[in-house]
Structures are given as C-alpha cells and as structure tokens.
C-alpha cells in the first residue's frame, strides 16, 4: 500500500498548495512545545481546593467515594463495602506496589493478583492520578496495572493517592511526561469517569452498559 | 454502506408518518439538547475553548500532510502497522487482510461512523468472517439490519418495545415467555450475550476520534466500555481513522475533548477516553499482540483548500442533528447513509457526490441553529448553499424548479407587481391554510405582510 500513502500525501499536498515535501519546523516545534490552551480557572488555580472538586465531580459522574487516613486501612474499607454491595470478601487485584504494601498484613480479604479473564467479580487497582477537573481516574496499562482489570469485574474498587489528584487534563499530561518521558506513552492510557453508562434504549441512562456496574474510589491522605 | 439517499423525498414522508419514530425524536429534544445546556453553563471557557479547537484544527489542517507523517513515524516507534487507504476498497481490502493473517473467525466491534462509510461489515460477513457490533445501539441496529439513524446514538429512532421484538426474534436460545418490557432486562441480556462474544473475538475493530502526531496515540470515547473490551481482548486490533482525525499534541486533544462530550450527550466527559499507543509490550499482562491503524482517505484530501474544507473540522458529535428541526422531523433513516442532519447533509454530498445526494442540501431551513451549537463553528447553513448553488450550476434542478425560481427572481425584482401578488396569495392560504383546511401543510398566515406592517410603522 505504498502506493497509496504516497497518493494521499500527494493529494494532500496539492490540495494546500504545496511543494515542498520537508516538514516544516513549526510543526516539529509545535509538537516539542506540546503548549497548554485554555484551562478550566477552576481547578488550575493556586488556591483550588483539588481533592474537594475531584471528590464533587466523581460523584457527579455517580462514582461512589472514600477517604482513608492510612494505608492499613484499605482492607477494612473494601471489606466494609463489599458488604455493602453483598458480594464476597474477594478481590482480583493489581500487582501495583502500594496496594501490596496496603494489603500486607491483611487477612480478611481474599486477593489474588493479576490481569482478569472475565471470571473476577471485583478489581482492585491504583491509579496513576486523578484529575480533578470531572473527577477523572487515570490508569496506564503495565505489570502494575493490567488493563483487563478496569473493564471485566463487575465492581471496580480504585485506590487514588490524595497527592496524585492534578487539577487538569494537561497536569496529568505533566505528570505522565515527568514519569515516562517526552512523546513516550504507556499502550494503552485510560481515564475513566464514573460506572459504565448506556442510554441507547429510548434514551433511559442505566449503569453497567458492558463495563462495570460500580466505581468506588478510595482516596489515601498523604502520610 | 450503500446510499438510499436518492429516495430522500419518500424517505421523509415514510419518516413523518411514522407514529414511532415521532415520538422517539421527541425524546431526543428532551436529552441531550438540555443537558448540553447544563454541562456548559458549569464551564465558563467553553467559548474560548472552541476558539481554541478551531485553532488547533485549521493549523493542522494546513499542515495536515506533516502531522500525518509524524503520527505514522511516532506509531511505528511504538510498534503499530500503519496502512493507507485511498478508498473504501483499499481498506476493506487491508481490513480483511489482517484478519486472514489473524485467523479471524469472529471480530468484535467499537461504534466507528467510518467502518459504516466503507460498509466493512457486509463486507467481512461476504468473506467469511463474523462482525459483531459492541455498542448497544449499533447491536440493536446490526439484528436489525438497518443503518445508524444518529452518529452518535444510532438506535435513537426506535422504541424499547421494538428492540424487545427484535431481541427476541434474534435470540431464539432463550425462553421466548420472559419479561423484556423494561430497558434493563434490554441491556442485562445485550450484555449477557455480548460478553462472550468480546472473549471469544480474534480481531477486535475501533475506530478513533482522534489521533496523536506527537506520540503515534489513537484514542477513542465510549460510555459502555465496549471499545475496550473490544480492543483488549482480542489478539488483534485495528483502528479505522480518517485523515483528518490527526491532532498534533496531547494538549490539543485534551482542549477537543473538552468540548466534545459536552456538545454531543451533554456530559463533561465520556466515562472512557482510552488512548492506545502500538500493541501489547514486554512487561503487559493483558492487551492486543497486534495493533493496527488503517488511515482513510476516501475523499477527504480533495475537500482541503476548498469551499468545503471547514466540514473537515466536524469531530462527530451529532449537536447539529440533535438541534435541527428537520432532523428532528424526519429522523436520521431519511438521509439514507451513515451521516445524516446538517453535516450529513454537507458531507455526504462530498463523499458519494451531488448526483445521488443533491436532497439533502435543500432539506434545510437555513435556520442557523446548527451553526450555532457546532462546537467547531463550522458555517453549516453556508456550505449547505454552496452545494445548493453547486447543483443548480451544474443544471441539475429540474425544470419545474428552475422555472419557478426564474418567475420568482422576475417578480422580486418588481415591488409593485410582487406586493399585490402576496397580498392575494396571503388572503387565500387565510381561506384554505393551516389544520383542518384544504392545504394543512401550509401554514395559516397571521397579520399583514412584512412591509405592511412597516408601513403601518411596527417596527
């Protein structure tokens, strides 16, 4: 299909009138520059209260909400609200190092580790950050967090490090750059707002389209 | 996709007979107009972030042949094969290849607009292979049979009692006595049925609402999750993207993403925006040993530097349809292809051409409204008139018509042979317009004439 690429870019090129095959410097620059737009005043202000607005836009999103004052507390509060949901004390969990150092010296929680094959009932992962700005989770695919784990299990517990909410879409960019460097991305980066949702029947919102029914979000204070 | 586009007249009447649809599109005013209301008004830089959009969009636009280069040699480096298509035969062609190569059997899909532009599904189906759709609507649509009626909700036109036949008409393994006369029981036994057949897929197809130059990334917006499942599962990934889906950095997507949940179901955001980047890598544990990208052309580039080209802005999010009265009337089916409402109407005429397309630039009242809310301010009315003054240029307006709007020129140039003429073509449609009359069609006029009423110093 070479043929083809090179007709399409021909195409494009005589349509914008242009002889020259060189990419311009701008565009290289632009893309190096990755320069910020309009951001919401809200959440990108000094004084923006994040975990508050992020905790206010998850639950608008109809993402349920904790806070957990110490990593031992993890168990207890995915204990309790399994209860809650009436559903077995067993979790499919992530392999991320803070839910192994939150779950050492549990032995109430049943836990095994790794990827989801469309038997678990419930996920338990970390995510990468949140952003504030609609109550966004943010969680990169890897050996910490594989991806099947988001979508299969029909509950999803997330734990989210207060010090990993960001304010915007392009704080999490930052952060993700600062981690992996520039123009490097992890395969597959998801931001997840809320339960799984579909409206297609006579426009009636139901959860739990194909994705998970709930989203519970547990947030650690900073130590 | 074959067009039906040519029948859009009868298409409309069927359409504005039909007791169901009616009142399916009543709903819609309902939905998602209101909430994208209420979603932007908690957003004051909604304004600027258009601008913003707009900005990106016409920069890469200009550029569009250097940002798909970059976005080719960025996706490579992490893996991906990238194709080109020129048509939609080339990417049936590529589309159907990978999934030899994949031993495909089955293959599960993401709502992709485009995949329907090139009709990859029948097409697949014809050589063997199973295509599933995923989305809840476009699985109702897929038992069906029938196209999308709304890009974005494309099972928006029928009720939940017709998706009940449907289901079970379609899956007849299970009792044919149980209750699905609530919307949940619906989706409980979609999903039940769906969720095997997302383990079971070899290849699994998206599309992309954009793609990233600066770092080779496709990404996708769902609510269902069925893009995921869709794209994780399987061993095998494609993403069908066209041209003009590039956007340079993260940063720029970030600033499109902003307005367009907001603009299309009136959410702040998709409970997903998955961004995928090249196939599954060392350390995984889960994820598609094979990621492809099909980038397709199939007319687009010969709409850049054209009167046409502000269409290639459009990200799809149907606020044009779902605010123009004549949608809202004849529903999506009447357009006859994958896009319908005002950018359909600007775009499909692009794409198949005037000649099996010329009725949808003329189902339009002008009215504005799709301008308006077109988070890319694309000026929708004025495109529809150039393919209106197109199609008439190119003598394609029958004689009745050219005839009638030659008599209609040589009175508006003559005030006093026109006014008179009103004045009596006034008085009868008060004697025969309006419900219950001889012509309920044409409303009853109430008042005097625009000039008389200035006349009369109403103004």
């Given at each position: 299909m070479k043929a083809a690429r090179s007709e399409i870019l021909a195409n494009v090129r005589s349509a914008l009138n242009k002889k020259d095959i060189e990419i311009p410097s701008a565009v290289d620059e632009r893309l190096r520059a990755h320069a910020i737009n309009t951001v919401p005043a809200r959440v990108s202000g000094a004084d923006a209260d994040r975990i508050a607005i992020f905790i206010e836009e998850a639950e608008r999103a109809s993402a349920t909400i904790e806070r957990i004052k110490a990593p031992k507390e993890l168990a207890g509060a995915v204990t309790a609200y399994l209860k809650s949901i009436d559903e077995e004390q067993a979790v499919r969990a992530a392999g991320h190092p803070l839910l192994k150092e939150c779950l050492a010296e549990q032995t109430i929680l049943e836990v095994t580790e790794g990827p989801s094959d469309g038997t678990d009932t419930v996920a338990l992962t970390a995510a990468f950050a949140g952003i504030a700005e609609t109550g966004t989770l943010v969680l990169c695919a890897g050996s910490e967090s594989p991806t099947t784990l988001n979508f299969l299990p029909d509950t999803n517990i997330v734990l989210l490090p207060e010090v990993s909410i960001v304010g915007t879409y392009e704080d999490a960019w930052a952060a993700l750059r600062q981690t992996m460097g520039s123009g490097v991305m992890p395969r597959t980066v998801n931001w997840i707002t809320g339960p799984s949702r579909s409206a297609?029947?006579?426009?009636t919102l139901l959860m739990g389209a194909h994705g998970p029914r709930r989203l519970h979000i547990i947030l650690l204070a900073d130590s | 996709m074959r067009s039906t586009t040519r029948n859009f007249v009868d298409n409309a009447a069927r359409g504005l007979a039909d007791d169901k649809l009616q009142a399916a599109l009543g709903r819609l005013s309902q939905g998602f107009p209101v909430k994208r209301l209420e979603t932007i008004s908690r957003l004051p830089e909604f304004e600027q972030l258009r601008d913003d959009a707009i900005a990106i969009k016409r920069h890469t636009l200009e550029n569009l042949d250097s940002y798909l280069e970059r976005y080719e040699e960025n996706a490579k480096v992490s893996g991906a094969h990238v194709h080109w298509a020129r048509d939609g035969d080339d990417a049936r062609e590529i589309i159907l290849g990978i999934c030899r190569d994949a031993g495909a059997k089955t293959v599960t899909k993401g709502k992709s607009m485009v995949s329907e532009e090139i009709g990859i599904n029948e097409f697949l189906a014809d050589n063997g292979v199973e295509p599933i759709e995923t989305d809840l609507g476009e699985y109702i649509i897929q038992l069906r049979d029938e196209p999308p009626s709304h890009i974005i909700a494309p099972a928006i036109h029928l009720s939940g009692a017709q998706v009940a036949d449907t289901f079970k008409e379609s899956h007849d393994e299970l009792d044919a006595d149980r209750d699905l006369s609530e919307p949940r029981t619906l989706l409980e036994e979609a999903r039940a049925i769906l969720r095997k057949k997302f383990l079971a897929a070899d290849v699994g197809i998206t599309g992309a609402n954009m793609l990233i130059a600066e770092t080779g990334t496709s990404v996708i917006v769902t609510n269902e999750g069925n893009g995921d499942l869709t794209q994780t599962l399987p061993k095998t990934h494609i993403v069908i993207a066209s041209i003009e889906k590039v956007v340079p950095t993260l940063e720029d997507a970030a600033t499109i993403l902003r307005i367009l949940a907001r603009s299309a179901t009136g959410q702040d955001i998709t409970v997903y925006t998955t961004y995928s980047t090249g196939p599954k890598r060392a350390d995984d544990l889960d994820g598609p040993e094979n990621y492809h990208v099909v980038i397709l052309d199939n007319g687009r580039s010969s709409l850049l530097g054209g009167e046409f080209e502000d269409m290639l802005r459009c990200i799809k999010c149907a606020a044009c349809l779902n605010h123009c009265p004549v949608y809202k009337a004849i529903g999506g089916h009447a357009y006859g292809w994958v896009y319908s409402g005002p950018m359909g109407a600007v775009l499909a005429p692009a794409l198949l051409g005037l000649g099996e397309t010329h009725h949808l630039p003329s189902a339009s009242s002008l009215c504005g409204r799709c301008q308006d809310v077109c988070p890319m301010r694309i000026p929708l009315p004025r495109l529809l008139r150039q393919w209106r003054r197109r199609w008439f240029e190119t003598g394609g307006e029958d004689t009745k018509t050219r005839l009638g709007l030659a008599a209609w020129a040589f009175l508006a140039k003559r005030p006093a042979l026109y006014r008179p003429l009103m004045a009596i073509g006034t008085s009868v449609l008060k004697l025969c317009g309006g419900g219950g009359r001889r012509f309920p069609i044409l409303p009853r006029p109430e008042g005097g004439s625009f000039v008389d009423q200035w006349k009369r110093g109403k103004r």
């Open positions: 297609d029947i006579e426009q | -």
